[in-house]
């Protein structure tokens, strides 16, 4: 337990220091998520997403009202991608709602990948 604790802690420096990790994006109008790697300011990358920047066609054009659901900062965008494609492998809300509520779930899914 201290173990996840540590990896979870060096995760969070790394999530202030350079915000290279996966994303979980939720839409309230839509009732979904969207989940996404970047390796550029959060905040920044919602905006682009909110505002329609990647096209028309794009899922996330579907709505306006994507917010910050969960992040996970990873130590690189190589990993960032796998840890995108973990959750979206899942296939699941839950899941999706437990990364969020067990840090240590998050911890173990960044350190396996």
């Known amino acids: ?56 066609q794009r899922f996330t054009a579907c709505a306006t009202d994507w917010t910050l659901f969960h992040f996970i900062p990873t130590s690189d965008y190589a990993q960032a991608t796998r840890v995108e494609r973990n959750i979206k492998s899942m296939k699941s809300r839950k899941y999706i709602h437990d990364l969020k509520l067990y840090p240590e779930l998050t911890a173990k899914l960044v350190s396996r990948t």
Do not use: E, P
């Open 1 to 56: 337990m201290r173990n996840l604790f540590f990896i979870f802690a060096i995760n969070v420096f790394l999530f202030l220091w350079c915000m290279i990790g996966c994303y979980i994006l939720f839409s309230a109008k839509l009732q979904k998520f969207y989940i996404g790697a970047t390796q550029d300011d959060v905040s920044v990358r919602i905006s682009k997403h909110n505002q329609g920047t990647y096209g028309k």
